[in-house]
């Protein structure tokens, strides 16, 4: 990992590691005392991270248990072993990144808002330029300004899109889509969908049909890849288990990291729906959308050296 690399993933995980950090430091500054009330005052830094309840219990556990035995000596050395801690949470043992996979077919689903747009055509941009063959799919057809929006992303990859009129049947674009990908010879498919419909009932029917559609006509591998917004924390956290249950849920994108102090979500989604997080977006742009790493994540947010 270059330098830069780790400033830009270090700067968008700031506000999270400002706060949290803030709160680590008041500890610190106690003394070497090691107390119910250094334990306690640990555990509400970490929730207040939206770390989650479970992980949160368990890790103050396992620090716990440790300076028990005498290997953490004082409060330094306390928060030095958070990180890793941290990153032991957020690690998958089975996690495959599918989006490099060649060739794969991906289904992208969320809420309305998350991201999942501006998440496809970062992967797009990225993938073109390591000289993919990238077709995008555009499945939301609910909305005009949705299918011009992907449009402008597909633009800038210079990747060719499937796009169809505003009311058109979102399956009916992905098989298209699936088609056009075969006949292309592209070897990432990135199809994008809907968010909002009248109930959630209605959403999960929908791209339950799309996806048995792709998966019917894809000769490459698909993987769904849901997109979760870091701001909605706890809710998004719901939301995620519903898609999962309803749709199926092969990996998450955790975006707008840049946008909150609650970065220690992604502890929660590892822990709650045993996904791997692959990909997190902090901030707009191109760029902004990178390979999540256990120990470079846990290292940003803790900030601790
Ligand atoms: N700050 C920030 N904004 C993001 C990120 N990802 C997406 N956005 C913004 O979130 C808004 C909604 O994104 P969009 O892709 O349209 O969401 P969709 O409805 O799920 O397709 C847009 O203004 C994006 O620029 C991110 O990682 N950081
Ligand atoms: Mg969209």
Redesign the pocket.
């Known amino acids: 990992m270059s330098a830069a690399w780790f400033d830009r993933l270090s700067a968008g995980l700031s506000r999270t590691r400002e706060q949290l950090s803030g709160q680590l430091n008041v500890l610190l500054r106690r003394g070497p005392d090691l107390d119910d009330e250094f334990w306690n005052d640990l555990e509400e830094a970490l929730i207040s991270a939206d770390m989650g309840a479970p992980a949160v219990g368990e890790m103050v556990a396992r620090l716990r248990d440790a300076a028990t035995r005498q290997a953490l000596p004082d409060a330094e050395a306390v928060l030095q072993h958070l990180a890793e801690e941290i990153a032991r949470e957020v690690t998958l043992p089975e996690a495959v990144d599918f989006l490099d996979e060649r060739p794969v077919t991906i289904l992208v689903i969320?809420?309305?808002?998350?991201?999942?747009?501006?998440?496809v055509g970062k992967l797009a941009k990225a993938a073109a330029e390591e000289g993919r063959s990238v077709l995008i799919g555009s499945a939301?057809t609910y909305r005009a300004a949705?299918v011009e929006?992907l449009h402008v992303w597909a633009d800038r990859a210079s990747v060719p899109i499937v796009e169809r009129e505003r009311g058109t049947d979102p399956a009916s674009v992905a098989f298209e889509s699936v088609r056009a990908a075969h006949a292309s010879g592209a070897d990432l498919l990135l199809i994008?969908t809907a968010?909002r419909l009248h109930t959630s009932k209605d959403l999960m029917a929908e791209l339950t049909k799309v996806k048995r559609i792709v998966e019917r006509e894809s000769k490459a591998p698909v993987r769904t890849l849901l997109?979760m917004d870091a701001t909605t924390g706890q809710n998004g956290l719901t939301q995620a288990r519903e898609f999962r249950d309803a749709v199926g849920v092969d990996g998450i994108v955790i975006?707008?990291?840049?946008?909150t102090a609650k970065g220690g979500i992604a502890v929660a989604v590892s822990r709650d729906l045993g996904v791997p997080i692959l990909r997190i977006?902090?901030?707009?742009s191109a760029d902004?959308?990178r390979p999540f790493n256990a120990a470079e994540f846990a290292s940003a947010l803790v900030g601790l050296s």
């Open positions: 969320g809420i309305n808002g998350t991201g999942k747009t501006t998440t939301d949705a929006q994008d968010g997109v975006t707008k990291l840049d946008g977006g902090v901030g707009e902004d959308l």
